[in-house]
């Protein structure tokens, strides 16, 4: 039943991890993992660590909640995670405890919160295309090669002595965006096979 730390450096403004490890240690975590990695980068070995390090019955204790997560779903399923495992989680600034019923409360509060958001983002989301249909619009990236590009690409390759990646590298892009454009250019356009 002990308390592990986790401290990370979440912007490069803040550079140290000096004020969270002292608050860590004022709550006697018996271990403190300390991370510089960015909260967008999944793959944070330290904390990875710090989960593999800890037993059923302990409690991992972040500053906190920024420090653990970069968003409330990845802070959620790593809660979860926790709480499938015996472990519980503590956030001093927030103070929300999963090893308190009134803890556990907040938290679920927070989830629910995060999943009302996340429907709402989705309807927003499909009323806004909806939307745009409506009014002839067509939703993603636009195409990189045009009409002209593609009737300049036929006629490039007509000629047998221009490669597909010279005629891609005139038109700007890439020679797999040019066959993703037009499927086995030179077995219909050309003499030459590709």
């Known amino acids: 039943m002990a308390l592990i730390g986790y401290a990370r450096v979440v912007s490069t403004r803040d550079q140290t991890v000096a004020a969270q490890l002292d608050a860590l240690r004022k709550e006697d ?8 990695a960015s909260g967008a980068n999944r793959d944070r070995p330290q904390l990875a660590a710090a989960l593999d390090y800890m037993r059923e019955g302990d409690t991992l204790v972040v500053w906190k909640l920024d420090r653990l997560a970069r968003s409330i779903k990845q802070l959620i399923e790593t809660v979860e995670g926790l709480e499938k495992r015996g472990i519980g989680f503590r956030s001093l600034t927030e103070t929300i405890d999963t090893t308190t019923s009134g803890g556990k409360l907040v938290f679920h509060v927070f989830a629910g919160l995060a999943e009302f958001e996340r429907s709402l983002i989705r309807e927003r989301t499909r009323a806004g295309l909806d939307a745009a249909r409506a009014r002839g619009k067509k939703g ?8 002209d590009d593609l009737k300049a690409a036929k006629a490039l390759l007509a000629d047998p002595e221009i490669n597909v990646e010279e005629i891609a590298r005139r038109l700007g892009v890439s020679s797999a965006t040019l066959y993703r454009h037009m499927p086995a250019p030179r077995a219909t356009y050309g003499n030459q096979a590709v």
Not at 29 to 36: V, W
């Open 140 to 147: 993603g990236r636009p195409p990189k090669l045009n009409a």
């Open 29 to 36: 975590c018996a271990r403190i993992f300390q991370e510089t």
